[in-house]
Every structure is written in structure tokens, then in C-alpha cells.
């Protein structure tokens, strides 16, 4: 697994990288480790699952578990399994790098996301509700 | 000659705490492109806080029952069916309350209690439909409605849609929504795509639509913020868009006030205008930018506005 630290400028070399193929296949699997710290995070063992043909999908739905705002990266997941699709269906197309990029600016999200929630996660348990709060109610 | 009633052509108005502040020019497009369309808002009397975020920290109940108190005042004392809600936020807060107070009898009990103490009739699940503006203008007016109205259109305006994280999260309080052909998807929403296509504009295709702004994180760690929204207007701007268009005031100011922090912090350029969907629909109906509140937006689209012959 990646190391949390290093994700961003690895994102940024594979979205750079001149084999689309190869760099879409990255930064899903970047993707595919953000998560896996999130899950990681929380004392559980990622999933070696896949949903819909792609493990971030399964790794997203564990790590949804219990987290309720942990579902505002749902589709930031499904629009990486979509641009990896899409980059793998037609890897000669003339606008095959603007893709590899525009994947990257997705994987940047889900990085930002998830390592902003770690670093807050005792903080919140959802965007708008705090953990503490509740626990001493 | 007596037009067929419109479909929301009259309805019960909550524009909440943000739209009387930041979001004023939300609030200001919102009841001009009412006007035009001929859409009849009457503001909620009395009307208080949804419970937003503090509330809800200290105890949910007590933001179900804030929120269901604008409702009852809505149903009970004014004899309105539907509620509009512009903002994200009271919009999910108050579809929360219906579903809490549908599902939930502890939910009830304590709204109840409260509503008794507080002297006024307590409101029950199905009294009224919350709709956002978007279900407003869509259901009410509809694309071809708004299309024989336009007056300037958009034609020539690139858009890159952002809905944000609250208007279709969490799937369960959005009944009416991925009901097939014609509905909302949660997972794709599309109304306001679909309004501004109609208005004229070009969609471009954008993955960060309902991708989290970082709105959450304002206070708390400042930098995360700037950050998600540098590369949400970097998509928007790799998407080819000339404008993001938003139809939430906490989104909105948002990308405004980081698009700002992000060039003073981080020396982060970006030329893509930031104005309400609202905004872009009242120019379409030949409003002037002024009574929609441009004039207020911290992202100045004037320049750009004239450029497109709308201002």
C-alpha cells in the first residue's frame, strides 16, 4: 500500500505518465489505497472484494460502513472506474491524455477528501454532527 | 384568458438563514426568476433556523423539530402543500425531519413535546412536500416552458454544473428521486443541467459535480478547503467550462472565498466564473445582472457577461 504521504505526488506522476493504459490502471490502484487507509484507519482489513468489476467500489461500500458522510466520495470512486473505462475502451483517442489528467484531478479529489477525514476523524463522525457530542449525550 | 394552474405555480418559501446573508444574491435571483416565470413564493412566516450544523452537534432531535416547525407553520397556519428551500442545507434538513418524523417514533415523541411547549400545532409527516428550487423551476415550469421564455440566451456559455454533496446525500431521504426517466438521479443529477441547456448554455461533461467542496473543513483546517476546491475549479476549468454554475449558498461562497484564498495562499490562477444557477436563468429571462444580485458575487463574471452580450 502506497504510504498516505506519498499519494498526491504519485497521482501527479501517473496522471503525467505517456502510457494513458498504464496511468489509468495507477491511479485507480491509488485510489484503491486511499481508501484502504481509511479503512485501515478504523481497525478493519480492506476488502479483497470487487463490486460492479472493481474493488474501489468495494473498498468504498466498506469504509461507508457506520460513516454516513463517507458516501460524498461515491461518485468521486465511480467516475475513477469510469475514466478507467473509458481510457482502457479507446487508448489511441486523440483526447486520451486530457483524460488521463482530468482522472487524476479525480483521484487528487478522493486523496483530499479521505486524508482530510482521517486527519479529523476525531473529530466527526458525519460532516455535520460531532462524535464527542453524541458520545456524551 | 385563465392559464392551466401551474405545477408549484404557487408555493410555501423557506429561504433560511444563509440566502438573508452570504447567499443574499441567491435569494434575490431566486424570487426574480419567480416573478418572470410567473412562480408565486410566500416567505414562511416567522420562519426559524433549519437546526443546520450547530444544531444538529448538539442533539438531531432538536434540529428534526426545528426544521419540522417551518413546515407546520407552512401547513398549519398558511394551508401550504409544498415547501421550496433554495439552500442545500434547509433542503436536506427538512427532507431528514419528514423521513425522521415518517420513521421514527422516538423522533416524534420529542417533536411533539417540544412543538406542545412552544404553542403551536406539531407538525406531521406528509402535511407538506419540500422541494428544492431546482424541482421548482424544473416541475413548475418545465424545459420547454422555460426555452419559449428565454429572452438572451446562454448560447455560447460553457457550464460546468456543481451540485454539491447535500442535494441528493443520503439517497433514503429522497424518495422522489432515481424514479426512471424524468426524475432526479442521485447519482447523476441533472435538473439544473437540464434548465441552463434550455436557457441555451453548453454542459460540459464535469466528474466533481456532487464531489465534496470542503465546506466542512472551512474553519477547522482552511488549507484541506482550498485545497478541494482548487481542484474542483481546475476540473471545471480541464472541462472547458467558462462558469460554474451552483445552486447552493454554503457551495457557492465556498469556491468563491477559496478561489480568492487559493491565489493568495497557494499563487492559484483560475479565470472560471462562479455564479447561482439562478443568476444565469434570470439573465436568459432578460433580467438585468443587477437585480439578480451579480453585483454581489466576490467572483466578477461582468466582464464576462458583457462578452456574452448579457450584461
Redesign the interface.
Known sequence: MTPLADIELEISAAAAMDDAKTGAERLLGLGEDVVCHWIAAHGETPTTDSREGFRLLALHRQGAKGV?SF???R??C??LA??LNLISAKPDHPEVA?RL??MG??A??LY??I??KL??SE??DF????RP?HAA? | MNETPKKYGRVAYYPGCALEGSGHAYNCSTQEVGKVLGLELVEVDNWNCCGAMEVKNVDPKLQTYLSSRVMSIAANEMGFDTVMAPCNGCYHNLKKAEYDLEHDPETVAVVERISSKAGHETYKSGQVETIHALDWIKEGIGEEGLKARVKNSLKGIRVANYYGCMYTRPRHIFPEKDQGPGSESTLQPHFMDDLLAAAGAENVDFPLKTACCGGAHTLSDSDMSTKLVMNILRAAEASGADVVATECPTCHSGLEMHQVRGEKRFGFKSKVKILYFTQLLGLALGVKPKPLGVHENISDSMDFLKSKGLA
Open positions: 454516513p458516501n460524498a466520495c461518485e468521486t465511480r467516475e469510469y475514466h486530457s489528467q482530468m484531478l479525480i487528487t479529489h483530499l477528501f486524508a482530510g486527519e479529523e473529530l466527526g460532516c455535520c454532527s460531532s457530542l449525550e
